[in-house]
């Protein structure tokens, strides 16, 4: 665990709950002023008192244990606002619909921020019948590949894991799908958007 409680983070979330030190303490069982010295970080909440702390103040442990108050307002859970995280130790891929604190091997991941294919990263996409044949024309050793190919419409998203001794390549349904991402285990995540440029290219 690379982060803990911070006094801010609690005092903002308690406020924003209107309550007062009073009224969380009596909601998970100690003085008000133990929750006193927290806020003004004279003090960390024991372990025991996580989940309970949490739940009085209407969020997830992982979300406490951020040291920032995260809320995830995409109530829609509009899957093209989602948010993608790879861990850099195991290769874990996580998809989150919205914001979100996301912990892997103990390291609080940062959201991946795509970015429009480059001339090593090219993302080609060819309609054939009712999919799309996605491929990029990449190396794929062992040290340097395409880890995953992804297609996101508004309704989910298909996933595809690559490995080095395979090909950069996915067939993917074709319907309400509105863009394409390819991920380079070294220079990060590139993204097309459905009938770009590269789709009409492979025509």
Request: glycine residues 6%.
């Amino acid at each position: 665990m690379n982060n803990y409680v911070t006094g801010a983070a609690v005092r903002s979330l308690r406020e924003a709950k209107r309550m007062t030190q009073e009224d969380l303490a009596s909601r998970i069982h100690v003085s008000a002023k133990a929750v006193s010295k927290w806020e003004t970080s004279k003090g960390f909440p024991d372990v025991s008192l996580l989940e309970p702390l949490a739940e009085a103040l209407g969020i997830s442990v992982i979300e406490l244990l951020s040291g920032c108050a995260v809320r995830n307002l995409n109530r829609a859970a509009n899957m093209l606002r989602g948010k993608l995280y790879v861990c850099p130790v195991c290769g874990n891929v996580i998809r989150a619909a919205g914001d979100a604190v996301v912990s892997c091997c103990g390291i609080t991941l940062p959201p991946l921020e795509a970015e429009e294919p480059d001339q090593e990263h090219q993302i080609l996409m060819e309609p054939v019948e009712d999919e799309y044949f996605v491929s990029v024309p990449h190396p794929m050793e062992k040290e340097h590949y395409i880890s995953f190919l992804m297609a996101v419409s508004d309704q989910g998203y298909q996933f595809v894991k690559l490995y080095p001794e395979g090909n950069a390549e996915a067939r993917f349904k074709m319907s309400r799908v509105k863009a394409v991402y390819a991920y380079c285990n070294r220079h990060g995540l590139f993204c097309v958007k459905a009938g770009g440029r590269k789709e009409k290219e492979a025509k």
